[in-house]
C-alpha cells in the first residue's frame, strides 16, 4: 500500500513538472530596455541572450539591475 502511494506521488510529481509553463523569453534584444520589458536582467556570459554591447562595464553581466 504504502509503495503504491510512493509512486502514485512520484507519477503526480513528474505530471506537474512537465505541465510548468516555459519562460517567455524573445531574446536576443535589441537594447536592455527590451530585455527588462521581457523581465530579463543581468544576462551573464554564456546566455543565448547575452550580447557585449548589453554589457557596459565589461563584467560579463548585461543588462545589469
Excluded at 510548468?20 to 543565448?48: F, K, M
Aim: with cysteine; aromatic share 6%.
Amino acid at each position: 500500500m504504502i509503495r503504491l502511494l510512493i509512486a502514485a506521488a512520484i507519477i503526480a510529481g513528474a505530471a506537474g513538472i512537465a505541465a510548468a509553463p516555459l519562460a517567455n523569453a524573445s531574446g536576443p534584444y535589441r537594447n536592455c530596455t527590451e530585455a527588462h520589458q521581457d523581465g530579463r536582467w543581468d544576462i551573464p556570459v554564456g546566455d543565448p541572450d547575452y550580447w557585449p554591447a548589453g554589457d557596459r562595464d565589461r563584467d560579463g553581466i548585461a543588462c545589469e539591475s
